[in-house]
């Protein structure tokens, strides 16, 4: 199998090891750099891969985000010299994963990988082909509620979410799920 060659001056997704809890000032801190340090033409998108998570509280649905990988941010950038050292440098950065340290670049992460990543997080522009339409009855695959089976009420294409009827404390509860997320059920 042969691996595609590493570009230097190809645009990329890195991972980036900051202290865990600090992903967002870092993500600012990185934002605010990118633009002092004029390097906007090498760094382009700085990610903290968070999902929503709905929990049930007094019988209500509340909404938290949920941080997918904790202590680590994902760069998409063209590695040069100057970036990797803005970035490096960035208070709360600890590393580059995927770099074996005495001023080797990183390695990047897959196109698979990242996407989907994006996807997860409803940020991707490659749509998910699915074989179920409003009406169908669904297995959640997974999150929270991995293993229920409901029927798709509602379908959004732009975003990649259907909602689905679930029975939760024995009524119908209306929840929104990624099209990923979901298998239809055979009749």
Same mark, same amino acid.
């Given at each position: 199998?042969?691996?595609?060659?590493?570009?230097?001056?190809?645009?990329?997704?890195?991972?980036?090891?900051?202290?865990?809890?600090?992903?967002?000032?870092?993500?600012?801190?990185?934002?605010?750099?990118?633009?002092?340090? +004029?390097?906007?033409?090498?760094?382009?998108?700085?990610?903290?891969?968070?999902?929503?998570?709905?929990?049930?509280?007094?019988?209500?649905?509340?909404?938290?985000?949920?941080?997918?990988?904790?202590?680590?941010?994902?760069?998409?950038?063209?590695?040069?010299?100057?970036?990797?050292?803005?970035?490096?440098?960035?208070?709360?950065?600890?590393?580059?994963?995927?770099? &074996?340290?005495?001023?080797?670049?990183?390695?990047?992460? &897959?196109?698979?990988?990242?996407?989907?990543?994006?996807?997860?997080?409803?940020?991707?522009?490659?749509?998910?082909?699915?074989?179920?339409?409003? +009406?169908?009855?669904?297995?959640?695959?997974? +999150?929270?509620?991995?293993?229920?089976?409901?029927?798709? &009420? &509602?379908?959004?294409?732009?975003?990649?979410?259907?909602?689905?009827?679930?029975?939760?404390?024995?009524?119908?509860?209306?929840?929104?799920?990624?099209?990923?997320?979901?298998?239809?059920?055979?009749?």
């Amino acid at each position: 199998m042969s691996e595609k060659k590493f570009d230097e001056n190809e645009k990329q997704w890195f991972v980036v090891n900051t202290y865990a809890g600090h992903e967002n000032r870092v993500k600012d801190n990185l934002e605010k750099r990118m633009e002092t340090m +004029g390097i906007q033409d090498c760094l382009f998108r700085i990610l903290v891969a968070e999902e929503q998570e709905i929990e049930i509280k007094n019988g209500k649905q509340v909404v938290k985000m949920h941080n997918l990988f904790p202590g680590y941010l994902f760069v998409e950038m063209i590695m040069t010299d100057d970036a990797w050292y803005v970035v490096r440098n960035t208070p709360g950065v600890t590393g580059f994963i995927g770099s &074996s340290g005495g001023g080797a670049k990183p390695f990047p992460v &897959s196109p698979d990988e990242i996407e989907s990543i994006l996807r997860r997080m409803g940020q991707s522009d490659k749509k998910v082909a699915v074989d179920f339409v409003v +009406g169908d009855s669904v297995k959640i695959l997974s +999150g929270p509620f991995g293993g229920m089976e409901g029927k798709v &009420s &509602s379908m959004n294409d732009q975003t990649q979410i259907a909602q689905v009827l679930i029975m939760l404390f024995g009524r119908e509860t209306p929840t929104d799920i990624a099209y990923n997320d979901l298998q239809k059920l055979e009749a």
